[in-house]
């Protein structure tokens, strides 16, 4: 099969119209970028400081195929060509990164995540404002997202933004497929949740109908993806039906969304509540051998199995599922106890929420799990970085078990109501819905 290219032809197809309206295109940025050179380089590593121009707080990093290396850097930018000792330092204006985290639009958000494309070619996860509340204020909801950007040596230009949310007249903000009330906003103006991409992970299956794929973890959903190839994979693209939306386009070829979400009793802000728990989504990467994505948020991780054999995998269900006792739903890496009483769990305890912050695949399929609170877990299908563990060992907690240490997190946990999923202009009913149907049966 031929590869799918990802250059500048294949960058267009997937913005669907480069040069479009609603602030979607930019031209390259006029501010001529400083430069970060190396400060100093000893025993086989070159470091980089802020004397010397680089930013002082890099959130992430990542090469494209061609070798070109990104930085994310809140409000700065950094890229290099390959052979270059030098980065590229930009700020959002000259990066052509989307403005939209104030009301009138003129400020961008922080750059907080990256992912290497194509040649030339990287993805950028904004932070925006608040968490998935569906009230907060409108522009609010409309801000963070992602931004695809080309870099050709010198300079960034913006290819296209991508607000990952779902299309209007999906479902209620209640979930319940309609019809609404009068004003409800997520019928009106569609499903707004995921205004922070905290992680990025991108298909370099070359050769696949996947490939170029941008598999986007944040705030509420821990599975997105802006679809590649749309057109071979029969997307039903629907934002020509609401063309008098401000920014329509940014949305097109997006999917949102899943999370391994159970509803669990937490304490949150010093109250012990039943709470359904989304969580913050910092982790996501590709098996090499099947193509599927995982991803973790705090309490839970999953992967969409079958995503790498199907054409339209965005489709595939989580593995392991959601099961009606909740607390064995999905992967829970470092066990919870499962207590007689279920208000004697507490999923926000450091002692037993995963906290999982990064996750690493060797080529055979071993899985690397980081987490803030438990050291690193392996989870192992071939002999990757094995040592004497074997398979599915733990490090960093004694005996692979749990340690009772708590860190202060970066990002706070979220704990809302939500759907586990929404498509391209697809109706579905949510796994919400169907869960607190199966309650009110067993309830009968």
Not at 338 to 361: E, G, I, N, T, Y
Not at 373 to 388: F, K, P, Q, V
Not at 419 to 440: L, V
């Amino acid at each position: 099969m031929a590869k799918l290219g990802w250059g500048a032809a294949a960058a267009c197809a997937l913005a669907t119209a480069c040069g479009s309206g609603g602030g979607s295109a930019a031209a390259p940025g006029t501010q001529a970028p400083a430069l970060a050179t190396a400060t100093l380089s000893r025993n086989g590593f070159t470091y980089y400081a802020a004397a010397q121009g680089m930013a002082p707080d890099v959130w992430d990093i990542s090469a494209d195929e061609a070798g070109n290396v990104y930085a994310a850097a809140g409000d700065a930018i950094l890229a290099k060509r390959r052979a270059d000792d030098a980065f590229h330092r930009f700020d959002a204006a000259s990066a052509g990164i989307t403005p939209n985290c104030d009301e009138g639009r003129t400020r961008a958000c922080p750059v907080v995540s990256v992912g290497g494309a194509a040649a030339g070619v990287a993805v950028f996860g904004l932070q925006g404002l608040g968490t998935d509340g569906d009230s907060d204020p409108d522009w609010w909801l409309d801000s963070g997202g992602a931004d695809v950007l080309r870099f050709d040596g010198d300079k960034l230009s913006r290819v296209r933004h991508v607000q990952v949310s779902g299309m209007p007249h999906q479902f209620c903000m209640d979930h319940s497929p309609g019809p609404c009330s009068i004003g409800d906003a997520t019928w009106e103006k569609g499903r707004r949740k995921v205004r922070q991409v905290l992680r990025i992970a991108v298909n370099h299956a070359a050769g696949r109908v996947q490939y170029g794929d941008v598999w986007m973890a944040g705030t509420h959903g821990t599975f997105n993806v802006l679809v590649a190839n749309p057109a071979a994979r029969g997307w039903n693209d629907l934002s020509s039906q609401f063309a008098t939306l401000p920014r329509i386009e940014d949305r097109k070829f997006v999917w949102e969304h899943d999370h391994p979400a159970m509803t669990a009793w937490a304490t949150i802000n010093g109250v012990k509540q039943l709470a359904f728990l989304t969580g913050n989504s910092t982790a996501i990467a590709i098996d090499p051998t099947t193509g599927d994505p995982w991803a973790a948020n705090e309490t839970r991780l999953a992967s969409k199995r079958g995503y790498g054999a199907e054409t339209a995998g965005w489709e595939a269900a989580m593995w392991p599922p959601w099961t009606p006792d909740e607390l064995g739903s999905f992967l829970d890496v470092w066990p919870d106890p499962h207590p007689a009483d279920p208000q004697q769990f507490d999923a926000m305890d450091p002692a037993w929420m995963d906290a999982v912050s990064s996750l690493s695949f060797c080529d055979d399929g071993t899985l690397w799990i980081a987490s803030s609170l438990h050291g690193l877990a392996r989870r192992a299908t071939g002999r990757c970085g094995s040592g004497s563990g074997g398979a599915g060992s733990a490090a960093g907690t004694a005996g692979g078990g749990r340690s009772r240490r708590s860190r202060r997190r970066r990002t706070p946990p979220l704990h809302r109501r939500g759907t586990s999923r929404s498509t391209g202009g697809r109706r579905r009913g949510s796994s919400t819905s169907r869960r607190r149907r199966a309650a009110s049966a067993r309830a009968a």
